[in-house]
C-alpha cells in the first residue's frame, strides 16, 4: 500500500502564492501516476494536475492551466503543487493521490489518497 501525507495548506489573500507538499511512503515503486485534486464544500471532487511517477509528462484542468505547476522530487519521493493568482474560488480541501495503472482525470480510478489540506483564500 502507498501511504500519502499533504502538507502546506493555509489561509492566504488573493493573488497570492502556495506550495502544497504530498510525501508518499510504503510501495512506492507500484506509483504510476500521482494526481491533485481539491473539493470544495457541497462541491463534487475536481481534478487538478497529474504526473507520472517517472516525472515525465504533466496534464492540468483548464481551470488551473497557467497559474497551478506540479513537480516531483525523486529523492524525498515527494510531489508538489505550486498554486500562484490564487483566487477566492481555489479555496478548498486539496488532496493527492495515486494510481497503479491511470493516468486520466476521474478521481474514483485513484486508489490511494491522502487525509487533505485546506487552503482558503482570502478577497
Known amino acids: 500500500q502507498v501511504q500519502l501525507v499533504e502538507s502546506g495548506g493555509e489561509l492566504v489573500q488573493a493573488g497570492g502564492s502556495l506550495r502544497l507538499s504530498c510525501a508518499a511512503s510504503g510501495r512506492t515503486f507500484s506509483i504510476y501516476t500521482m494526481g491533485w485534486f481539491r473539493q470544495a464544500p457541497g462541491k463534487e471532487r475536481e481534478f487538478l494536475a497529474r504526473?507520472?511517477?517517472?516525472?515525465?509528462?504533466?496534464y492540468y484542468s483548464e481551470s488551473v492551466k497557467g497559474r497551478f505547476t506540479i513537480s516531483r522530487d525523486n529523492a524525498k519521493n515527494t510531489v508538489y503543487l505550486q498554486m500562484n493568482s490564487l483566487k477566492p474560488e481555489d479555496t478548498a480541501v486539496y488532496y493527492c493521490?495515486?494510481?497503479?495503472?491511470?493516468?486520466?482525470?476521474?478521481?474514483?480510478?485513484?486508489?490511494?489518497w491522502g487525509q487533505g489540506t485546506q487552503v482558503t483564500v482570502s478577497s
Open positions: 504526473i507520472k511517477w517517472s516525472g515525465v509528462g504533466t
Open positions: 493521490a495515486t494510481s497503479t495503472s491511470y493516468s486520466g482525470t476521474d478521481y474514483s480510478l485513484y486508489e490511494a
